[in-house]
């Protein structure tokens, strides 16, 4: 029930950032905002549309009408203390969420869902975007009444992975809830997320009709374009479902088996419903289209053709234009400036794409491929052909308007066709998303990335996307933490993506080798121990001539044993033509054994029928160098999955509500765009509230005040500079140990204030502190990046650390096994598990800190840096002796609720980024 706001706080500013597209349960789109003066009528009209239950329900009385008083109450909000969100349909109301803060940290929170919108799963939406809204204005806590009757509602609540609690009162049930994400709950919203966004996609990649428009004059690239796509339409095989050619006549072509193949001159007379679109032409032509296809009942449209972002502000322009009208319209865009799709549903398989089919277009399952420029996508295509991949679905994203890498990666996880996924990747929009995804989807698909260019973090023209000031390692690592196979060229992607596709993951590292010359042979053992791998026995070496019998023999013996998880065939034949016989005798060894097999058969490449035998088929690879290194791939991406199931960090003592009240004030009195470091005991309160205790220390202005200080704390004591330059530098005199009296202590103070003037040019304050007990230093750290969200790093202490860039990295949320991986994956970690004799140190007492570490970043956007240097591992427990904190008020991409991409102007303005 609402109530009149009983608190004086100003009306906030209109939150924007709050706005969002977001996909339903049934795939389609809605957009949710903060709720406007403006939306009076609209509430009305769905008021006066719902069944009187409906209205029962939700005031507990009879309502026939809205009042003007109540109208007035349920639209003037202030944003903060009084909350509503709406789910529209162009300007139409389907929905309404709310809460009105009743008492510190609590709010009292009502939906109200239009009849005709009931089981879309809009009011799980509004729960989530409702619960992030209410994290950052420092509401912890929900509760409702709620009629007996309405058990829908109550389900809403529980659904939602929260812990839920009831009890009935005067005939009400009062429930309350606490908002907190938890694994559940995160788990909750990832997996309705996924569904929601896999189903949006059907109408791209499983759609059951087509219409192929050409826009513009004849010759210009929208004809060009249009009759390139609708001859790959026409000739590929296996798509039984209506086919539409508009502006196409000349195109005589038969269509694929048991298609039907309609001709227009405009989209007047083509007949609904029609699900997807694949337009090409001028930009404008295009987007005074999306009107036309909408009344077709167009659920997704793919753009082939250029002239939007990449000319600059005003194509730009024309790229938002086009999302709203299609978001307006419920479509999903592919493109602009797209290579096509290739789709597989139940009409069939259809190749809507630039490039016509390759070898064995109507094989039952193969790859998934992704990547966003056309020229991409033609490498992408033309290679695949070349070593024979059958392609299950392929998407071209082009400028990446609206469809993504992630989306497809959602639509794989529940497509059967797709049996490994290969993505190219040209920019990244919301990496902490992909992350998520792609590790969902490694459990069970394997995945295969090319990151472009040197860095990994070049934006392509037309391309609106954040930039990050984290180093490109965060992105190998990223990778790697999510289950993805991370391969450097195209070619080595395919290779990994066909040898996935082709054999069983490997059981291990164990790899044994055949070959046919002793050369050969010991370069494959040396790249394969280069890689990670180990050669099993003494490799097999033929005679460079040997022919099928040996082969068979050779191979026989070699299925015989049983160490070896793996196996690499070289065969380089001196003539320069490998005996077919041979290949033939490699495919029927393979065929029944369960372990992996992968090849190098000169003259062979990819999946061939002649190394195929029944339902197997062997991998061969130009050079024994990718064959090792496709197997390399397969062997990690193997191991990483026996940890895909683990569960995520979950430490005792963690109180985000608290730290959330620590963070009131100071981010009360920030401004917009700005940062602040927090003070001493504000810092250390925040992190109490994540159970990282620090050693205190006590701030002294002369050596009186500092023999004091160390007569308190008890000796020895540890005398510091606060100057940031010189606090951990005990080799420049910003730091002095061991002092065990106040004569000690008088003379380095004397010393380090001389010290300091010579480096600094001026003299700086001191702490005393207790002495750490010994140990080594290490380096813990939390990141509140603008493209990649939070990023928790770890390394040792020390400039040789930095300087040689000997940091790890993750995105959170971690598992133990993530957090257990940064300590091990540093160059330097044998320091910590017992280097040259030495006793190996509290790793586990470390870990622990680094899983802290990366729950308060991962539950607080607001503190855009925590480092907590050093922290000194011992041989029992960790001390943390030096901290500091930076909070600024969140922009986070990715923030615990579902939302579609939002036009790029509107992005850059609400992340504080430019073009």
Known sequence: MDEEATTSTPTAPYPAEWEADVALRDGAAMHIRPILPDDADALQRMHLGQSAQSVYFRFFAPMERLSDKDLHRFTHVDHHDRVALVLTEGSEIRAVGRFDVVAAGEAEVAFYVADTEQGRGLGSVLLEHLAAAARERGVHRFVADVLPGNAKMIRVFSDA????????????????????????????????????????????????????????????????????????????????????????????????????????????????????????????????????????????????????????????HRQRRLLRRTREAGMRVVGPASFGVVGNGEAGRYNASLWADGPDPTARRGIGLFCQS??????????????????????????????????????WSVHEPTAVGAVYLESIGNPRKFSRIARHLSATTPLVAVVSGQTGQATPPGHAVRTSTQPQRVLT????????????????????????????????????????????????????????????????????????????????????RDDWDAVVIAVAPPPGRTDPAVAAAIARAASDDPRTWVSSVHGLHGLTAELSAGESCVPSMTT???????????????????????????????????????????????????????????AQRLLACYGIDTLPATTVDGPDAAVAAAERIGWPVALKTKNEVLRHRTDLGGVRLDLTDADALREAMALMENRTREVLGRTSAFEVQAMAPPGVACVVRGTEDDLYGPVVSFGLGGDATELLGDVSHRITPLTASDVADMVRSVRAAPRLLGHRGLP??????????????????????????????????GER??????????????VRQD?????????????????????
């Open 161 to 316: 992975g929260y812990e839920v609690e009831q009890r009935m009162e005067d005939g009400v049930v009062s429930v309350s809830f606490d908002i907190e994400e938890t694994e559940r709950s995160w788990r909750v919203m990832a997996e309705r997320e996924r569904h929601a966004e896999a189903l949006s996609m059907r109408a791209v990649l499983a759609a059951t009709s087509l219409v192929v428009v050409r826009l513009g004059p004849d010759g210009g690239e929208g004809h060009v374009l249009a009759a390139a796509a609708a001859r790959s339409v026409l000739t590929s095989g296996g798509f039984g479902g209506p086919v539409h050619l508009v502006g196409l006549a000349e195109e005589t072509a038969p269509g694929p088996d048991g298609a039907a193949v309609r001709r227009h001159d405009s989209l007047a007379s083509v007949e609904r419903p029609v699900e997807l679109a694949v337009v090409a032409g001028p930009s404008e032509d295009v987007v005074d289209a999306v009107p036309a296809l909408g009344e077709l009942g167009v659920r997704a449209l793919v753009v082939l053709s250029h002239g939007w972002g990449e000319q600059g502000p005003a194509g730009m």
């Open 624 to 682: 024994v160098e990718d064959a090792v290194t496709a197997l390399a791939g397969a062997m990690r991406h193997a191991a990483w999955r026996e940890h895909a199931d683990d569960p995520l960090v979950d430490p005792a003592g963690i109180d985000p509500v608290a730290a959330r009240e620590v963070l009131a004030e100071p981010l009360g009195a920030l401004g917009a765009g700005r940062r602040e470091r927090l003070d001493t005991g504000t």
């Open 895 to 915: 923030a615990g609720r579902r939302a579609l991409p939002i036009p790029p102007a509107e992005d850059e303005e609400r992340a504080g980024v430019g073009q």
């Open 877 to 890: 427990g960790a001390c943390i002796t030096s901290f500091s904190v930076e909070v600024a008020h969140p």
């Open 840 to 873: 190996p140190v509290d790793v586990a007492a470390l870990e622990d800190v680094i899983a802290r570490v990366s729950m308060l970043t991962d539950d607080l956007p607001e503190v855009v840096d925590v480092t907590l240097n050093p922290v000194i591992v």
């Open 374 to 411: 056309a020229s991409a996508g033609l490498a992408l295509r033309s290679t695949a052909a070349r070593r024979g991949l059958p392609v299950a679905s392929f998407l071209s994203s082009g400028l990446r308007v609206d469809v993504s890498g992630n989306d497809t990666m959602q639509f």
């Open 477 to 560: 690592e990223m990778l790697r933490q999510a289950g993805v196979v991370r391969a450097r060229t195209q070619r080595e992607m395919l290779d990994v993506a066909g040898l996935l596709l082709a054999q069983p993951l490997p059981a291990g590292p164990r790899t044994a080798v055949v070959s046919s010359s002793a050369s050969l042979a010991a370069l494959v053992a040396d790249v394969a121990a280069a890689q990670g791998l180990q050669v099993a026995g003494r490799p097999v070496t033929l005679d460079p001539l040997a022919g099928a019998e040996a082969y068979e023999a050779a191979l026989a013996a070699l299925r015989a």
